[in-house]
Nanobody, 120 residues
Framework: QVQVVESGGGLVQPGGSLRLSCAAS????????MGWYRQAPGKQRELVAT???????NYADSVKGRFTISRDNAKNTVYLQMNSLKPEDTAVYYC??????????????WGQGTQVTVSV
């Protein structure tokens, strides 16, 4: 069974920083694209950033220049460094990992989400 777990959320003041972590574990044969998504109250879930296994990244326009996604393939972990945080960044952040597991089928696995609150 594949598990995806996020950590690192919390309360931060505007202009502050947080680093989120997401670790995939279990029977993993191959780990492909990983990404971060977020959902604010009353809003649709949106893509924040993605990273391929080779390290190619993509960001939502709203976070470009402020957020950095990275990964450590040896640890099956993806990170999201968030700088210059704004109140508009407040949301539950979810990790997604594309995984080939024990059934040899490529699937998307989601973490449970971690709350990020940016407030004075």
């Amino acid at each position: 069974q594949v598990q995806v777990v996020e950590s690192g959320g919390g309360l931060v003041q505007p202009g502050g920083s947080l680093r989120l972590s997401c670790a995939a574990s279990g029977r993993i044969l191959s780990l492909y694209d990983m990404g971060w998504y977020r959902q604010a109250p009353g809003k649709q879930r949106e893509l924040v950033a993605t990273i391929t296994n080779g390290g190619s990244t993509n960001y939502a326009d709203s976070v470009k220049g402020r957020f950095t996604i990275s990964r450590d393939n040896a640890k099956n972990t993806v990170y999201l460094q968030m700088n210059s945080l704004k109140p508009e960044d407040t949301a539950v952040y979810y990790c997604n990992a594309q995984v080939v597991g024990s059934d040899y089928v490529r699937r998307n696995y989601w973490g449970q989400g971690t709350q990020v609150t940016v407030s004075v």
